[in-house]
């Protein structure tokens, strides 16, 4: 029994120490909350899981694409960002990557950032026809104007938004106009979103540009429409993006790289953490519906992080091993 027992605490004890020098190991961590919601709740989400499940010390810190990736490249500060779009700084990422400045590390979003022309569901639910945004301009009955119902919409980024750009070319490219299409500017964010909740709230038609991962998406249940073309980047380049392009063509939309990246200073001192900062990714339905749940509950990033972990064990405890999970389990 003597025996048992000075094994049990033997055990015990070998735990307790292994915990400590895991938690020494990985030691104080810094993570960049970027300034939108989803990059934040990923924060949170990491910022969870390090501290309760790997022992970690960590601090949250205001992050936003370009600062965060020059003070990460120059300074080796904050560790991490969780949801960078590389796609921005790709060149400069790819030198520091090389050199041994930095490290990309999982595709936080497994589907990658998705931009594109989208109709409700229920739109095109009742018109099984339409798949393409080309089938979407033959019906133009379909999408009344707000401000004239007698007339169609395809409605536009807000002034200022690079999308704002692509979408007017392409409206040029697709003939849009002249199959009695106006294009529509909402004037913000916010009146973009309302234009889409109206659309469902009354149960009419509704197309144009929107992304994702977002709220919107989360709530309302709309249909990315297909181009018909590939993504040509190159034409993308010299003219979709160029504003007042002379002669647009249809294009796709590029299909974002969302991935996380670290310092090496992060990658050699947090062990098995790093082993969870490769492998954990989620997808943006997912994402999309945990921020309409933090829009109508007024959740901050830290609650919809908690949300999350909440709502879908099934998908987090796939990226941290088994004795980690139950630790975050523990902690929420």
């Known amino acids: 029994m003597k025996k048992l027992l000075a094994s049990t605490l033997l055990a015990a004890g070998l735990y307790a120490?292994?915990?400590?020098?895991?938690?020494?190991?990985?030691?104080?961590?810094?993570?960049?909350?970027?300034?939108?919601?989803?990059?934040?709740?990923?924060?949170?989400?990491?910022?969870?899981?390090?501290?309760?499940?790997?022992?970690?010390?960590?601090?949250?810190?205001?992050?936003?694409?370009?600062?965060?990736?020059?003070?990460?490249?120059?300074?080796?500060?904050?560790d991490m960002a969780p949801e960078f779009w590389v796609n921005a700084v790709r060149t400069a990422l790819d030198e520091a990557i090389a050199e041994g400045r930095l490290i990309q590390a999982a595709p936080l979003l497994s589907d990658g950032?998705?931009?594109?022309?989208?109709?409700?569901?229920?739109?095109?639910d009742a018109n099984p026809d339409i798949k393409s945004v080309q089938d979407a301009l033959n019906h133009p009955e379909l999408f009344p104007a707000p401000e004239d119902p007698s007339k169609a919409a395809v409605t536009n980024c807000p002034s200022g938004w690079n999308c704002q750009v692509s979408t007017s070319n392409l409206y040029r490219a697709l003939g849009a106009k002249e199959k009695g299409f106006e294009l529509i500017d909402t004037g913000s964010a916010a009146g973009l979103d309302g234009s889409i909740a109206n659309a469902f709230e009354n149960k009419k038609g509704w197309l144009g540009y929107y992304w994702a991962p977002t709220a919107i998406l989360g709530k309302y249940e709309m249909v990315k429409l297909s181009?018909?073309?590939?993504?040509?980047k190159e034409s993308w380049d010299a003219c979709t993006a160029v504003p007042d392009c002379a002669d647009p063509k249809v294009n796709s939309y590029p299909i974002s790289d969302v991935y996380t990246v670290v310092t090496k200073g992060f990658a050699d001192k947090a062990g098995v953490a790093m082993d969870y900062v490769k492998t954990r990714k989620w997808d943006n339905a997912t994402v999309g519906k945990v921020l309409a749940w933090m829009e109508e509950n007024q959740g901050t990033n830290e609650d919809g992080a908690k949300h999350f972990l909440e709502t879908y064990p099934d998908m987090w405890t796939t990226w941290v091993a088994p004795e980690v999970s139950e630790k975050v389990k523990a902690a929420l």
């Open 17 to 78: 120490v292994a915990g400590s020098a895991q938690a020494a190991e990985c030691g104080d961590v810094s993570i960049a909350e970027m300034n939108w919601a989803s990059a934040g709740v990923a924060a949170y989400v990491d910022k969870i899981i390090l501290e309760s499940g790997y022992g970690c010390k960590v601090t949250v810190v205001t992050g936003d694409t370009m600062p965060t990736f020059a003070s990460m490249n120059e300074k080796g500060q904050p």
């Open 113 to 124: 950032g998705v931009e594109g022309w989208w109709i409700p569901k229920f739109i095109a």
């Open 227 to 232: 181009f018909g073309v590939e993504h040509d």
